[in-house]
């Protein structure tokens, strides 16, 4: 099965500063997806990232506040930059398809706190 | 836009009991997927399904396609069973758009 390496695991921020946030996956895939999880809410997909292209956000996200890199097709990172309390959320990067009879895969988790 | 409800939103139950989630969702899918997430936020994938039913241990999913409604059971439940169950739909094959998530069930499994 997919392992997907994701750091950090958890970061208290500083409002108006920029976290990036790594997923490193063991397998090649062709697309990563970037989701967010406010607290007490579901998860709500950020952005899908493709290798060699730039990355297709969902309405309500856009790039300068969520940059996200795909530099090759084993890595992404995801930025949130100038951060307010407000994007105080667990943030997790996620593969499909690589398994046929399991779906998705997920990273750990980044649990982020602004202040 | 799809939309994915979940019942009940928070379940308790005692050590043994069988547990239903249910699931249901407004428009054609190509997947639903069992996910389950833990306190320290980090979510592992149960089932994926798009017909039928499946069956992993004490758990099983099953999928009404017609009615568009899915359920997830456990058996024989247990404290560890205790997380968020999370339902999700994708709508197209080989993972092209992403996910589509309920807001999940809070179960709690009381020895």
């Known amino acids: 099965s997919a392992v997907i390496s994701q750091k950090p695991s958890r970061d208290i921020c500083q409002r108006g500063t920029s976290l990036t946030i790594q997923c490193q996956v063991d397998s090649q895939v062709t697309m990563m997806f970037w989701y967010r999880q406010q607290p007490g809410q579901s998860l709500t997909l950020i952005a899908t990232?493709?290798?060699?292209?730039?990355?297709?956000?969902e309405s309500g996200f856009v790039i300068d506040k969520f940059p996200i890199s795909r530099p090759n097709l084993t890595f992404s990172t995801l930025t949130v930059s100038n951060m307010s309390p407000e994007d105080s959320s667990i943030y997790l990067c996620s593969v499909e398809g690589l398994v046929a009879s399991v779906g998705a895969f997920f990273g750990q988790g980044t649990r982020l706190t602004v202040v | 836009k799809n939309e994915v409800e979940q019942s009940p939103q928070n379940l308790t139950a005692q050590e043994g009991e069988f547990i239903t989630i249910n699931c249901s969702y407004s428009v054609g899918i190509s997947a639903l997927h069992w996910l389950q997430q833990h306190p320290g936020g980090g979510i592992v994938s149960l089932f994926m399904?798009?017909?039928g039913k499946k069956k992993h241990g004490r758990l099983i999913a099953t999928i009404n396609i017609q009615e568009k409604h899915s359920s997830l059971h456990i058996t024989a439940s247990h404290p560890r069973d205790s997380a968020v169950y999370i339902c999700a739909v994708s709508y197209s094959g080989g993972g092209a758009d992403g996910l589509t998530f309920g807001k999940g069930t809070h179960l709690i499994i009381q020895p």
């Open positions: 990232a493709n290798q060699g292209s730039e990355a297709t956000y």
């Open positions: 399904l798009s017909s």
